[in-house]
């Protein structure tokens, strides 16, 4: 069964860049879309990107170039960096393991400040 | 970018009987409607893929419907457990987006 875990700072201060990292268990990351989420009360559940294949990639467009999304097959994890964050990246952070374009399983999340 | 729209905001209905949650799309999404359930404090759950296929381990009291604009959540013999946030995902173009959810609440 596979799981998904998130890990990264839980503050992170304005113009910084966000770095997150997700451990993939029970599973390959060599297959599937593996995908980055948040949820904040002001914009709900956004989807952020996903990486697939290893090197294929696709980032929502309404946050321009600040998405990078990468994998290290090695580990069986897939990172997120969000760059220039602001109050407004405030979010709980999910990854996800996506079948055609349905997100079937989630980490539990993590909470992220942005906040000097 | 597509909008998604649900519809109720707040459902407040009795345990043993059905709910019924809307969801609207601003342009056609084809079949590609997820719906998913998020009880307070976890991460949201796929409950229906393909507008109408129940993922795995999902019970056939939560079961989907339509297509293009128009989609339907039914929930039969609500209980207690079933509190939660309802939403619904088109995934037919990027970017992937999300209703605002319609929360359901057991009297």
């Known amino acids: 069964q596979v799981q998904l875990q998130e890990s990264g700072p839980g503050l992170v201060k304005p113009s910084e860049t966000l770095s997150l990292t997700c451990s993939v268990s029970g599973g390959s990351i060599s297959t599937y879309y593996w995908s980055w989420l948040r949820q904040s009360p002001r914009k709900g559940l956004e989807w952020l990107g996903y990486?697939?294949?290893?090197?294929?990639?696709n980032n929502n467009p309404s946050l321009k170039s600040r998405v990078t999304i990468s994998v290290d097959t090695s580990k069986n994890q897939f990172s997120l960096k969000l760059s220039s964050v602001t109050a407004a990246d405030t979010a709980v952070y999910y990854c996800?393991?996506?079948?055609?374009?349905?997100?079937?399983?989630w980490g539990k999340g993590t909470t992220v400040t942005v906040s000097s | 970018e597509i909008v998604m729209t649900q519809s109720p905001a707040t459902l407040s209905v009795s345990p043993g009987e059905t709910a019924t949650l809307a969801c609207r799309a601003s342009q056609s999404v084809g079949n590609n409607l997820a719906w998913y359930q998020q009880k307070p404090g976890q991460a949201p759950r796929l409950l229906i893929y393909g507008a109408s296929t129940r993922a795995t381990g999902i019970p056939a009291k939560f079961s989907g419907s339509g297509s293009a604009t128009e989609f339907t959540l039914i929930i039969s013999s609500l209980q207690s457990e079933d509190l939660a946030v309802y939403y619904c995902q088109q995934y037919n173009n990027w970017p992937l987006t999300f209703g605002g959810g319609s929360k359901l609440e057991i009297k």
């Open positions: 990486i697939h294949n290893g090197r294929s990639t």
């Open positions: 996800a393991r996506a079948i055609f374009g349905a997100m079937d399983v």
